[in-house]
C-alpha cells in the first residue's frame, strides 16, 4: 500500500438514522429483510411502455405513498420529482430513528446537507410537447423544469430539517451518493459541523436514459428472463438493470450523539475517494482509481485489508465493471491473505445510480450490525477473471467489525467507504 | 457553517483561469470591468465565435461534450498554466479537481427529437412504445453528452490528477463549493493540489423561460442591458444569466513553495449557510447570512476591521441583494472606516456556478493597483475606487435566491507593490 502522510486529528463519525426506499421494500428494516431473503423485486417497466426497448424491465419502487406526516408544505411537495418523493420518504425515516428534530438542544447552524442526487428524470411527453413545441412558458413547465433540478431535493430536505449549516448537492453519476456521503463524513470529522443529513436519491427509469443506456449497450436485455439479468460476476452476464430510490443517513459528532442519548447503529470510519482519469465509461484496465480509493480508506480508517469481513461490491452485472472491480480488490485484499467476503446486492435491488452508493453503504452498516452476509443472488457460474471470495447463495454469518462498501462512476470517480461495528 | 482550521495559512491561491463573454484569460476579463462594453442584449452575456482549439490540450474532446463543458475545459486549462502547474511535476495521487457544474440542460436531449416526432400518431400523439423503436437515431454517446461531471472527467485525464474530487450541482454556491471541499481535503490531509471553480450557461431556453417567470430574470429594454444591484424591492430588475467558466489553483503552502510558486492569496477560513426554507425562498430573519459572516471571520482570525475589501454577489434581484447588503452592514456596523463594496455582476453578469471564482482574480489586480475599477463599485456604498491595501484581509460573497450562502476569507500576499 503506498504510505500517506499522517492524518491530522479528527473527530469521530456515528449514524444514528438510515432510511430507505428501495425496489424491495419502502423502509430501510424492510430492505434490509427483502435482500436476507433473497428477494428480487425486477419486473416489467410500469413508469412507461417500455416494450419496443432491447430492456422493457427494471427494478421499480412498489406500493409507495409520500409520507406528508408534519412537515410538506404543499409548495414544496410540488417541487418533488418522483426521486425526490423517495429522497423525502428515506429522510424522514432517517431524522426520525435519529431523533435530531426531538431534541431542543440541537445547534442547527451546525447541521448541513449532503446529498448525491441524479440528473433529473426528463417526461418524454413534456418534451415532445412542450419544449419541441416551444410551450414552456407556463407555470407548470416551470415547476416541472424546477423538480429536476439536482439541488431541489437538498433544499427542500432542509427545510424539513431545519438545518442553516448549508446545502450542498453532489453528482458523479454512480458514484454520487458514495461520493455525497465521504464528503458528509468529511465535514462531520473536521468539526466543521455536528451532524449532517446525507444519502441519496434517483430514478432514471424513464424513456430517454433508459435510450441512453441502451444506446451505450449497458443495459441487460435478457427480456425472455428478467429476473436472472443483474448477475454480478456471473459469467453469464451481459449488463445491467436499472433501479430506483433511495437511502438516507444522518452522520453526527459521537460526542454529539453520545451527549444526546442517541442509537447509535454504526460508525464511518474510512473515506476514499480518487478519479481514474482515463476514459468517460471505462474503468482503467487495471482497476486504477479503484484500487486507490480502497487503500485510501482503509488508510483513513486506521485498519489492514485483514481486518475488512464483507465488501459491498459496486458490482454492476455490466461484464467490464465486475472483472475489474474484482481486480482491483483482489490487489488490495489479496485471496488467501484476506477473509474479505465480497457480494453485490444489485442483483436484488438494480442499480440505483445517483442513490446506489447510499443504499450499498447502508446493507454494509446493516451486515455488520447483525453480522450477516447478504446473499449472492443469480450466481451461477463466477466468472473466473472474477477471482474474488464470493458470498454464497444464501445468507452467511460472519464475524468482522469492518465492512467497506465500493462506488465506482462514469466520468471516473471512485469511492469506498468503511464501516466500524458498535457493539451497544 | 464554516471550515474548521487550525493552520489557516495552510491553503493558499497560486492561479486563475477564466473565461466569459469578455474574453479567455483572466486580464481580458480584469480590461472589461476597467472599460465595460456596452451590452444591450441577453446574448451578449454569452459565449458565441469562441474557438476553443487553441486552449485545450485534447482538442478531440469538443466533439463528445456539450459546448458549456467545453467552457469549463477552457477555464480549467487556463488555470493550471496560470498557476504554472506541470503535469510532469505533481504528485497525481495527491492532485484532485474540484468542480461546480450546472445541471443538465434540455438541450442534451435535442439528439432525441428525431425519435420523438418519429414516435408520433396520426393525430400527433407520442406514442412512447414507438419511442423503443425510434430513439437509435440518436447519437450512441447522447447519454454521455449531458453528464454533469465532464469536466471533471477530462480535466482529471488532462492532468493526470487522480486524487480527491468533487462535482457540485448547487447553482450559485457551487463554485465556491468546490474551493470550500477542495480546502477542506487538503486540511485533512488528502490532498496536495486542487483545481477549484465553476462553469456556467444557465441559457438554455427552458430554463431562461423557467427563471423569467419565477420574475427573477431582468427583462430586455432599449439602451444599456446591465445587472443593476441593489436597488429598492420596487426598482429591483432582476439578473442576467451569463455564460463563462472560472477555475483557481488551490496549493497547500509548502507544495507551492517547493516548485517556486509565488502565492497571490491565503484562504484563511470559507463556510456555507442556508435559510432553510427550501427553493427560491429566502428569509432574512433567520440570519443565516450575518451569521455566517460573523463565524468565518471569528474562525479566519480576522477582526472586520482588517477587511480591505468585500466583493458581493449583486444579482440584481430584490430579496437576494436585501439580505446581501443588510449581512454586511450588520458585520461592518461598528467599523469606523468602511472598506469599499464592490461587484463584477454589472460588467460579468451572473456567472452562476463560476460566480465568486474569477473575483480572486479581481483581488490580486486590486491589491497590486491599490485600487477597485469603478464599474465593480456598489453605488451607495461611500467609497472612491482608492482602498487601504494594509488591511489586507478580503471577503468574498455568495448569495442565491434560494436562501443559499457562502463567504471565502482570504488575505492578499505577494501582491503588494
Request: aromatic share 8%.
Amino acid at each position: 500500500m503506498k504510505t500517506m502522510p499522517s492524518r491530522p486529528h479528527r473527530r469521530r463519525v456515528v449514524i444514528t438514522g438510515i432510511g430507505a426506499v428501495t425496489p424491495i421494500g419502502n423502509t430501510m428494516n424492510d430492505t434490509w429483510n427483502g435482500i436476507i431473503e433473497g428477494r428480487k423485486a425486477v419486473r416489467s417497466v410500469e413508469v412507461f411502455d417500455a416494450t419496443n426497448f432491447p430492456c422493457d424491465f427494471a427494478y421499480q419502487v412498489q406500493d409507495f405513498s409520500l409520507d406528508t406526516c408534519g412537515f410538506l408544505s404543499p409548495e414544496h411537495r410540488k417541487f418533488l420529482n418522483r426521486a425526490g418523493q423517495f429522497g423525502w420518504n428515506a429522510a424522514r425515516e432517517a431524522l426520525i430513528q435519529s431523533h435530531l428534530l426531538d431534541n431542543d438542544s440541537i445547534d442547527f447552524d451546525r447541521v448541513a446537507l449532503c446529498l448525491g442526487v441524479g440528473v433529473g428524470s426528463p417526461d418524454m411527453k413534456w418534451y415532445g410537447n412542450v419544449y419541441l413545441q416551444n410551450k414552456f412558458e407556463t407555470d407548470e413547465a416551470t415547476l416541472y423544469h424546477f423538480s429536476n433540478y439536482p439541488p431541489t431535493l437538498t433544499t427542500v430536505l432542509s427545510s424539513m430539517l431545519g438545518a442553516k449549516g448549508g446545502n450542498v448537492t453532489i453528482h458523479t453519476a454512480c458514484a454520487s451518493s458514495g461520493q455525497a456521503l465521504g464528503e458528509a463524513y468529511d465535514m462531520v470529522a473536521s468539526g466543521d459541523y455536528d451532524a449532517v443529513l446525507t444519502g441519496g436519491a434517483d430514478s432514471m427509469i424513464n424513456p430517454f436514459q433508459m435510450a441512453g443506456f441502451c444506446l451505450l449497450g449497458a443495459l441487460s436485455s435478457r427480456k425472455n428472463d428478467p429476473s436472472h439479468a443483474s448477475r454480478p460476476f456471473d459469467a453469464d452476464r451481459e449488463g445491467f438493470v436499472l433501479g430506483e430510490g433511495a437511502c438516507m443517513f444522518v452522520f453526527e459528532d459521537y460526542e454529539h450523539a453520545k451527549s444526546r442519548g442517541a442509537e447509535i447503529i454504526g460508525e464511518v470510519c474510512g473515506y476514499g475517494v480518487t478519479e481514474s482519469a482515463y476514459r468517460i465509461t471505462d474503468l482503467h484496465p487495471e482497476g486504477r482509481g479503484t484500487i486507490e480509493a480502497m487503500e485510501m480508506a482503509l488508510k483513513d480508517a486506521g485498519i489492514t485489508p485483514n481486518n475488512v469481513g464483507y465488501i459491498n461490491a459496486h458490482g454492476t452485472s455490466t461484464m467490464l465493471n465486475d472483472r475489474v472491480e474484482s481486480l482491483a480488490i483482489s490487489k488490495v485484499f489479496p485471496k488467501g491473505q484476506c477473509n474479505a467476503v465480497v457480494s453485490s446486492t444489485k442483483s436484488m435491488t438494480g442499480h440505483l445510480i445517483s442513490a446506489a452508493g447510499a443504499l450499498e453503504f447502508a446493507v454494509s452498516v446493516y451486515a455488520l450490525q447483525k453480522q450477516v452476509i447478504p446473499p449472492s443472488v443469480n450466481l451461477f457460474q463466477q466468472d473466473e477473471l472474477c477471482d474474488v471470495t464470493l458470498a454464497k447463495c444464501e445468507p452467511q454469518p460472519f464475524k468482522s467489525d469492518y465492512a467497506l462498501s465500493n462506488s465506482i462512476g462514469f466520468g471516473g470517480s471512485n469511492t469506498s467507504v468503511i464501516a466500524r461495528r458498535i457493539v451497544p | 457553517m464554516t471550515l474548521n482550521t487550525n493552520k489557516p495559512t495552510d491553503v493558499v491561491f497560486t492561479g486563475i483561469g477564466m473565461i466569459t463573454s469578455h474574453g479567455c484569460g483572466i486580464e481580458a476579463n480584469l480590461e472589461a470591468l476597467e472599460n465595460p462594453p456596452m451590452r444591450t442584449a441577453a446574448e451578449d452575456y454569452y459565449v458565441r465565435g469562441f474557438d476553443p482549439a487553441p486552449h485545450l490540450s485534447d482538442r478531440k474532446v469538443v466533439k463528445v461534450v456539450s459546448a458549456r463543458d467545453v467552457l469549463g475545459l477552457v477555464a480549467f486549462e487556463n488555470s493550471v498554466r496560470n498557476a504554472g502547474v506541470k503535469k510532469e511535476a505533481i504528485n497525481p495521487d495527491r492532485t484532485g479537481l474540484y468542480i461546480g457544474a450546472p445541471p443538465s440542460a434540455c438541450t442534451d436531449s435535442l439528439n432525441y427529437a428525431e425519435g420523438i416526432e418519429a414516435s408520433r400518431n396520426a393525430y400527433g400523439d407520442l406514442q412512447e412504445d414507438a419511442f423503443g423503436l425510434h430513439y437509435r437515431s440518436a447519437s450512441p454517446t447522447t447519454l454521455l453528452t449531458g453528464l454533469p461531471n465532464n469536466v471533471l472527467c477530462y480535466g482529471s485525464k488532462t492532468l493526470d490528477a487522480r486524487g480527491p474530487n468533487s462535482n457540485y450541482t448547487c447553482l450559485e454556491t457551487s463554485g465556491h463549493l468546490s474551493i470550500i471541499g477542495a480546502a477542506r481535503a487538503m486540511r485533512l490531509g488528502r490532498l496536495d493540489c486542487a483545481i477549484a471553480g465553476g462553469y456556467s450557461a444557465h441559457t438554455d431556453p427552458v430554463h431562461t423561460a423557467s427563471v423569467r417567470r419565477r420574475g427573477l430574470l431582468k427583462n430586455p429594454s432599449t439602451g444599456s442591458f446591465a445587472i443593476t444591484p441593489y436597488r429598492s424591492v420596487k426598482e429591483a430588475e432582476g439578473t442576467i444569466t451569463a455564460e463563462g467558466a472560472a477555475f483557481v489553483a488551490m496549493e497547500l503552502r509548502e507544495v507551492a513553495a517547493a516548485r517556486g510558486a509565488i502565492p497571490f492569496a491565503t484562504l484563511l477560513a470559507s463556510g456555507m449557510s442556508s435559510d432553510a426554507k427550501g427553493p427560491f425562498a429566502t428569509d432574512r430573519t433567520t440570519g443565516s447570512f450575518p451569521s455566517l459572516l460573523r463565524r468565518v471571520l471569528n474562525q479566519g482570525g480576522v477582526d472586520a476591521s482588517r477587511v480591505g475589501v468585500i466583493l458581493l454577489t449583486g444579482s440584481g434581484i430584490a430579496a437576494v441583494d436585501t439580505i446581501e447588503l443588510s449581512a454586511v452592514r450588520d458585520l461592518l456596523s461598528q467599523e469606523k472606516i468602511q472598506p469599499p463594496l464592490a461587484t463584477t455582476a454589472p460588467v460579468w453578469g451572473n456567472l452562476m456556478e463560476a460566480g465568486g471564482v474569477g473575483e480572486l482574480g479581481l483581488l490580486k489586480y486590486a491589491f497590486k493597483t491599490g485600487r477597485l475599477p469603478r464599474s465593480t463599485l456598489i453605488g451607495d456604498s461611500d467609497t472612491s475606487a482608492q482602498f487601504n491595501r494594509d488591511r489586507d484581509v478580503a471577503l468574498i460573497l455568495r448569495a442565491s435566491p434560494w436562501g443559499e450562502y457562502t463567504c471565502l476569507v482570504v488575505r492578499m500576499e505577494g501582491v503588494l507593490t
